[in-house]
């Protein structure tokens, strides 16, 4: 995109034209001074493209006395009319067959039809309260709100319960969030037909509730000792050279192995948040969850499959992981500890060794690899290789990795976007999944790896390859985040008796399942009670007790007392007359 240096300062110029004309020589604080570098700063790198501009968006509740909600109107978008359904038992009606029903309970000379006569008539009527329900449809008239509405405004009313409570309890809610919590509203409670919960119907829902989204601009600048033209030179002929090499290679002799540092527990800044709050708190499960990550390492071939291992380090004080808790088997990664999750050359062969350099790997390839130093060791690269096995090594220029770099240009994007999602909906909706420990991570990295390492993406996989200018072949694809995840909530969970909200689209058997039913690989995917799930079934709630009758114990005297009552009145019987003698 463009940028024009004089089009910036002529919009600085319109916004601020009420403050009056621009001084000729004003006399300029330390602190005015200190800004104008500033800002004269941010315009430089801007325009030698050095700065990104990155918006993030939260959501709040404003706070305004003078503030009138606007009237909500409860239905969906696709929705009838409020007068056009209405509900008796668990069946809807139509308006007409209402209709219907109402001129034959009149239609008599006796003031109206028996119940019987409208029971056998319409079946859709059952019992005294659902005549009386008729009769008010009659009276009320155009006024009379159908049943779909009432029930979409108590609906709404408890959403906005269901929000407050997680807003005060600082959990991070979206959109998407408040569309899944809505549905299950509906499914748990209200069992409304056909509401889809739409996003024009979220969108009024928040207006009437005073929540909006703000948006913070943030400024980041990134720093390079060179030239930007010098470094998109550098890139093109590294790309050209690269492409003259590649033909020698089939595409799935070529990859690009990178690492990448990701977060314990991943937030979104844009989140829901209750209108007028200044300062907006979320809570995180761990502090130190957001200042410790753990580095992770795919391979990424140019045929667009991935590579069937990637590498995962994590620190751990003693550079071991505690045999009393021993990590999860994750056939597809290998899980390393060190005192730090950064990677050392001694971990770069482990990971050359455990997850390029393996046997269903061809024995001839083409390692596209940046200027990180150990990378560049190539005669320590060589020695990891397996008999039998040729490579040719080339290394990406210093600065270069965000232009031409395959999983630095696009996979990393994605990858992050879907872990950050599937973090957002474990907090949102089960807190008792503690996201950053330790062999909880593993699993959800695990399993989301194996999802995005699917056939089906394929064709996302190899853009990362055609954007970065390796190959010109390009095919259209749906990102994972938005096949995994988008839409599921509309969708009840595959396996049988599970009602809870939907995380994912499982690969490559297309069904959904629920965050707790989510196997873990390389389990098979149809539901058995021997598989292993990321987050395990609660235990079934014990049944209260039997109540005990309680013991007493009966005194001799009480006995006697009684043994004498029954002996009078066997007398009595047997004998009358002494009675009526006496």
């Given amino acids: 995109m463009d940028f024009h240096v004089v089009t910036v300062l002529h919009r600085l110029l319109k916004k601020f034209e009420e403050y009056g004309d621009i001084p000729g020589n004003p006399e300029v604080s330390r602190k005015e001074a200190m800004f104008a570098n500033r800002l004269a700063g941010l315009i430089l790198e801007a325009e030698n493209g050095l700065m990104d501009i990155e918006e993030e968006d939260v959501i709040e509740i404003e706070e305004d006395v003078d503030w009138e909600a606007p009237e909500f109107d409860a239905l969906d978008s696709d929705d009838a009319s409020p007068n056009q359904t209405f509900r008796f038992g668990d069946k809807w009606v139509n308006k007409e067959d209402v209709e219907k ?15 019987q006569a409208m029971y056998s008539r319409f079946r859709w009527l ?62 748990k409670e209200f069992n409304v037909v056909g509401f889809l919960a739409s996003h024009k119907w979220i969108t009024r829902w928040k207006s009437s509730r005073r929540i909006v989204s703000r948006r913070i601009t943030k400024f980041v ?93 994590m620190s751990e004080p003693t550079g071991q992981f505690p045999k009393s808790q021993p990590i999860p088997h994750t056939p597809n990664l290998e899980v390393r500890a060190a005192k730090s999750h950064i990677m050392t050359k001694e971990l770069m062969c482990d990971f050359l060794t455990s997850c390029v350099f393996i046997p269903s790997v061809p024995k001839k390839l083409f390692l596209l690899l940046d200027s990180w130093p150990p990378f560049k060791d190539r005669a320590k690269i060589r020695s990891c290789l397996p008999p039998g096995t040729d490579v040719t090594i080339r290394n990406i ?54 999802q995005i390492s699917s056939k089906r993406f394929k064709d ?50 297309a069904k959904v ?52 009552c029954m002996a009078l009145i066997l007398w009595f019987c047997l004998f009358p007359h002494v009675f009526n003698n006496v």
């Fill in 221 to 313: 600048t990134k720093r390079c000792m060179l030239n930007q033209d010098q470094l998109e030179k550098q890139s093109k002929e590294f790309v050209k050279t690269s492409r003259q090499e590649m033909p020698q290679f089939s595409p799935s002799m070529i990859l690009n192995c990178d690492q990448t540092g990701i977060q314990k527990e991943l937030h979104g800044a844009r989140s829901l948040a209750f209108g007028g709050e200044k300062t907006v708190v979320r809570s995180v499960q761990a502090k130190s969850s957001l200042t410790h990550s753990f580095t992770f390492m795919p391979v990424l071939f140019a045929d667009g499959t991935m590579g069937p291992k990637a590498y995962m380090v």
């Fill in 397 to 450: 220029p210093p600065h270069c990795t965000s232009m031409i770099q395959p999983l630095d240009v696009y996979w990393n994007g994605p990858w992050k976007a879907l872990l950050k999602r599937f973090n957002s909906h474990a907090v949102a909706f089960y807190p008792d999944y503690v996201i950053a420990q330790r062999n909880n991570q593993i699993t959800m990295v695990s399993v989301l790896f194996h």
């Fill in 101 to 115: 029903a109402l001129s034959y309970y009149r239609d008599t000379s006796k003031g109206h039809r028996t119940a």
């Fill in 460 to 509: 996302f996989t190899q853009y990362s390859w055609n954007r970065s200018g390796y190959i010109d072949v390009y095919t259209p694809f749906q990102s994972p985040l938005k096949y995994l995840c988008n839409g599921v909530e509309l969708q009840i969970c595959a396996v049988n008796g599970c009602d809870n909200n939907i995380a994912i689209v499982m690969t490559p058997i």
């Fill in 126 to 187: 059952s019992t005294n309260y659902h005549l009386q329900k008729l009769r008010d449809i009659g009276n009320e008239g155009a006024s009379y709100k159908g049943d779909r509405f009432r029930l979409l405004a108590i609906l709404a009313d408890r959403l906005f319960e269901e929000v407050k409570k997680r807003l005060n309890e600082g959990l991070t809610l979206h959109d998407r969030d408040l569309r899944s919590l809505t549905l299950d509203l509906n499914r």
């Fill in 513 to 564: 399942r629920c965050f707790r039913r989510v196997p873990i690989p390389p389990r098979r995917f149809s539901p058995t009670p021997e598989e292993e799930f990321l987050l395990p079934t609660p235990p079934p709630t014990p049944p209260p007790p039997p109540l005990q009758q309680e013991e007493h114990e009966i005194s001799s005297e009480a006995l006697i007392a009684l043994f004498v």
